[in-house]
């Protein structure tokens, strides 16, 4: 079983920083690693795909990189409605499994 | 537009099996991968598992023991089965459609379901 772990578990940010979000995998998953996005009432996002894709329609200032067992979520320009929890996830083996979530608040 | 929509009950017994069925419309079931992913409150996403159109699927380490899941690509449903719930299974449960080989990339959601396990 791998094991997803973000860090921070949260943190604070105002509208136009540059914000940083890691994951570490238990083990060499590649680039099998997606990025979701969660605000609170409403559905999981898609933002990343294949750990470094941007799923179409999602804006640019959205980017992922890394490989092997250490990933990055970078938001470039904070927005109003970028404040949610983001989860990294990975696609390598079965089972998947989630990080524990990173909330990023005002 | 591919659509997901759970259903089943919001309230189920302790030690009675939880059933939900998620109805896709829209497109095709064929060749994607379909799951389940569960958020109990105040708590982070959690996988439960993955079924491919056809019927092979893969579960959950914590959840194999108590969980089945199924698919019915003639009513365009698949569904899923847990038994013995305890209050540790209250959860918002989403499903989800997967990729044709990236099993677990989950592009489409449901709106989610409560479920409360409670007496």
């Known amino acids: 079983d791998i094991r997803m772990t973000q860090s921070p578990s949260s943190l604070s940010a105002s509208v136009g920083d540059r914000v940083t979000i890691t994951c570490r995998a238990s083990?060499?998953?590649?680039?099998?690693l997606n990025w979701y996005q969660h605000v609170p009432g409403k559905v999981p996002k898609l933002l990343i795909f294949?750990?470094?894709s941007l799923r179409s329609g999602v804006p640019s200032r959205f980017s992922g990189s890394g490989s092997g067992t250490d990933f990055t979520l970078t938001i470039t320009g904070l927005q109003p409605e970028d404040f949610a929890t983001y989860y990294c996830q990975h696609d390598f083996i079965m089972p998947s499994s989630f990080g524990q979530g990173t909330k990023v608040e005002i | 537009q591919l659509h997901l929509q759970e259903s089943g009950p919001g309230q189920v017994q302790p030690l009675e099996t939880l059933s939900l069925t998620c109805t896709v419309s829209?497109?095709?079931?064929?060749?994607?991968?379909w799951g389940w992913i569960r958020q109990p409150p105040g708590k982070g996403l959690e996988w439960i598992g993955s079924i491919y159109y056809s019927g092979s699927a893969y579960y959950s380490l914590s959840l194999r023991s108590r969980l089945a899941l199924s698919v019915d690509t003639s009513k365009s449903q698949f569904s899923l089965r847990l038994n013995s719930v305890t209050a540790a299974d209250t959860a918002i449960y989403y499903c989800?459609?997967?990729?044709?080989?990236?099993?677990?990339?989950?592009?489409?959601w449901g709106q989610g379901i409560q479920v409360t396990v409670s007496s």
């Open positions: 829209g497109d095709s079931m064929r060749s994607y991968h």
């Open positions: 083990q060499n998953i590649y680039t099998s």
């Open positions: 989800a459609r997967g990729g044709q080989t990236a099993i677990t990339q989950y592009a489409y």
């Open positions: 294949a750990a470094s």
